[in-house]
């Protein structure tokens, strides 16, 4: 009997794959990609919520440090525009919260959340100083949607109940539940300083960097007593979204800075910790007030209130 020669082609023809087996190699291939990316994206954001959790330690820990050598008091919002402090004039720079915390922390990175990518507006070489800013430091006053210097420069808010520029700061020994009590959050991108945001006396010009609540979904509200609609002290601003610049509004239009990571958002506490928290969770200010720290905080849940 005759043998069978084997030649190469032969040998080719035999190892190859069929179209059958081709087709079901691409779709095993398919399945465990659909099973696997969506695993891939969830490690991704757990990541960066943990990135922005340790962020917001490191910031609370520097305002509490910050505390410690100026008598138990938070920095204020920015060194212009206060009862005792030259007036903000367009166009020039200023030092906001984020520098006077910016000794205290390794360093300035730490103030973007790894989820929030705005672009960062660098300071113009030679922009005049109005206090003591100097040369790349703080940001340059005036209507953000100028992209003046210094806007998106940080992810995070400061509860502007601790201090507000115009007449009051409020000492350490005010605060009756530091573990309940909110230093610093996710928030809109923002200066790490201003005031600004209208329609009510804060006219809109700079970019909000500290607030008296959240940004929520207005369908969001916090669970429980207290500033919930239709309650005798309910204000539309629990939202604070009207209180942002147009600029600031579109990024929350974009994503929710209080659900910023999957449905939760950061926050640093008065005692030194960070968690994050849904916004249903978060209590803020009842009422627009400026004269004086509001209270109400009865260390159940995150409060902006002392």
Known sequence: ?????????????????????????????????????????????????????????????????????????????????????????????????????????????????PSETSAIVPVPAGTPALTTATAGTGYVFGDSEQRLGGQNRSSYGRNMNLANNSSYTAAESMVQYPSSTIL?????????????????????????????????????????????PGGATYDPSVSFFKHLTPDQQRAERSQYSSTRHTGTAGYAFMDGHAKSFRPQKIYGQCDYVFSTPDTGNDGSTPDFRL
């Open 184 to 228: 610093v959050f996710d928030f809109a991108p923002n200066s790490g300083g201003g005031i600004g945001g209208g329609p009510t006396r804060d006219t809109g010009v700079e970019q909000r960097g500290a607030s008296y609540n959240i940004v929520r979904d207005p369908k969001i509200q916090p669970e429980g007593p207290g500033c919930t």
């Open 1 to 113: 009997m005759a043998s069978k020669v084997s030649t190469p082609l032969a040998r080719k023809a035999q190892a190859a794959f069929t179209l059958i087996e081709l087709l079901v190699v691409i779709a095993i291939i398919a399945i465990l990609a659909a099973i696997l990316f969506p695993v891939f994206a969830q490690a991704k954001n757990a990541a960066k919520k943990t990135a922005c959790i340790s962020n917001l330690k490191q910031i609370g820990t520097s305002i509490i440090l910050y505390g410690n050598d100026n008598d138990g008091v938070a920095p204020i919002i920015r060194e212009c525009g206060g009862p005792t402090m030259p007036p903000c004039e367009a166009g020039k720079a200023t030092l906001g919260w984020v520098d006077l915390c910016q000794p205290y922390v390794k360093n300035m990175g730490v103030f973007k959340c």
